[in-house]
């Protein structure tokens, strides 16, 4: 489980955080939904600890990540796979080797068994026979869908997506949502999706919750039945 708890964050005078709680149970996936540029990102970079916050706590598994030691939040980070809006693909990288970075990086596993690894998430994306491409030479969506087999490299416990449908087109869109909830049958994974399309919200999320003027409120079955 990771409690977000009473997070508050300002820059300057703008408040973006005000006292934001919430849960993502085992297995459970929860989704913030609001428009561009009212702090999504920011939640997400907080709740990794990628940000300092004014106040408030982030626990993961009983461990607070404001009290941690570096080392202990290396090893929280490793838990979890993060997909970017933007991708953050390395464009000198072919798929291969942006896939496969996590676990040179992080792992002791032999050339042989990460070519496994990389081949077998590739298939698990849908994107099998991509490996040798450059991403200057993928869709959008295809860039998206490598950045989501990159997550899943280290076999992380939670999941986070940053606007995983913005910029794609209808049949891409769909295409991604039905991947995000294959991965949560598939591997149990809890995680958080942070996104200003309702549908997707709809489609993928246990929970939804609106971020507004800093407050997080959450969605009842009826509220989600007005907006559409």
Not at 26 to 48: A, E, F, R
Not at 104 to 114: A, F, G, P, V
Not at 150 to 161: D, H, M, V
Request: charged content about 25%; some cysteine.
């Amino acid at each position: 489980m990771i409690r977000v708890e009473n997070l508050s964050k300002s820059f300057n005078s703008q408040v973006v955080l005000d006292d934001v709680s919430f849960c993502i149970d085992d297995g459970s996936l929860v989704v913030v939904l609001g428009p561009s540029g009212t702090g999504k990102s920011v939640l997400l970079k907080s709740i990794l600890g990628l940000m300092s916050v004014d106040s408030g706590e982030v626990i993961f598994d009983g461990k607070s990540i404001q009290n941690a030691t570096a080392n202990e939040l290396y090893e929280i980070r490793k838990q979890v796979g993060f997909v970017f809006q933007g991708t953050a693909l390395f464009d000198s990288m072919n798929v291969a080797e942006n896939i496969a970075l996590p676990l040179r990086e992080h792992t002791n596993l032999s050339s042989k068994d990460i070519r496994e690894r990389v081949c077998h998430l590739l298939e698990v994306v849908g994107m099998e026979g991509k490996a040798d491409l450059y991403p200057q030479s993928l869709s959008g969506g295809m860039k998206r869908l490598i950045a989501v087999a990159r997550a899943l490299a280290l076999g992380p416990r939670y999941l986070f997506y940053d606007e995983p449908t913005t910029g794609l087109d209808p049949i891409m869109t769909d295409r991604v949502v039905a991947l995000i909830k294959d991965l949560k049958k598939r591997y149990k994974n809890s995680g958080i999706v942070v996104t200003h399309d309702l549908s997707t919200a709809k489609a993928v999320g246990d929970q939804i919750y609106m971020l507004k003027k800093g407050k997080i409120t959450k969605l009842t079955k009826i509220e989600k039945e007005l907006y559409d």
